[in-house]
């Protein structure tokens, strides 16, 4: 697949060190894997002239003590919160001045951020979206974009997950209900 670098961007999901380091609070070796398939797909980005944004999942400390339902800390425990090492992203995924970083609260990066602006207002339509954890944030960020009728394109190989099988699942949904699935050797920049 030829994909035009001025209306692309690359999306990397919460590629932190709580997720990516053997340190962190909910490491995961998938995640750890991921690391290098989307420190690739980056420099592919940044050579083509292609858009390159990173999520940064964060939590202030008390964001779930009023909550009715919704609390990530009951169902994960304490995890990427606001100004710890566990919420900064690996060393190997530096962003440059000029790219995005989203700081989220949620599993899907558009959910209250300036993410859909920001893409919009850069005239993308197709988003290559990598990073971690396939079922949770990588998942829902890709069926918002789907919604918002952005072109998620996971890329298979550049996608942490915590058990083989949530990161099939993740993909074969993915790909069932609003978005594409592609190897990263199957992608191209025209151009």
């Not at 964060?58 to 425990?77: K, L, N, S």
Request: glycine fraction near 8%; proline fraction near 4%; aromatic fraction near 10%.
């Amino acid at each position: 697949m030829e994909l035009n670098p001025e209306t692309t961007a690359v999306v990397v999901v919460d590629m932190q060190n709580g997720f990516c380091h053997p340190d962190g609070s909910l490491y995961a070796p998938g995640s750890e894997a991921a690391i290098t398939p989307c420190a690739d797909l980056v420099a592919d980005a940044r050579e083509a002239g292609a858009s390159v944004v990173f999520t940064r999942d964060v939590h202030p400390p008390e964001q779930f003590e009023d909550t009715h339902y919704y609390d990530e800390f009951d169902r994960w425990g304490e995890h990427v919160l606001e100004g710890s090492w566990d919420a900064e992203l690996v060393a190997e995924l530096s962003p440059r001045d000029d790219e995005l970083v989203v700081v989220k609260h949620t599993y899907d990066a558009f959910h209250q951020t300036q993410l859909d602006g920001w893409l919009e207002s850069h005239g993308i339509n197709d988003l290559l979206i990598c990073g971690t954890l396939a079922n949770v944030c990588v998942l829902h960020t890709a069926g918002s974009a789907g919604l918002r009728d952005y072109r998620p394109i996971l890329v298979e190989d550049a996608v942490g997950a915590i058990e083989d099988d949530h990161r099939e699942y993740a993909l074969d949904h993915a790909e069932w209900l609003f978005g594409d699935v592609y190897e990263r050797g199957a992608l191209s920049f025209d151009g």
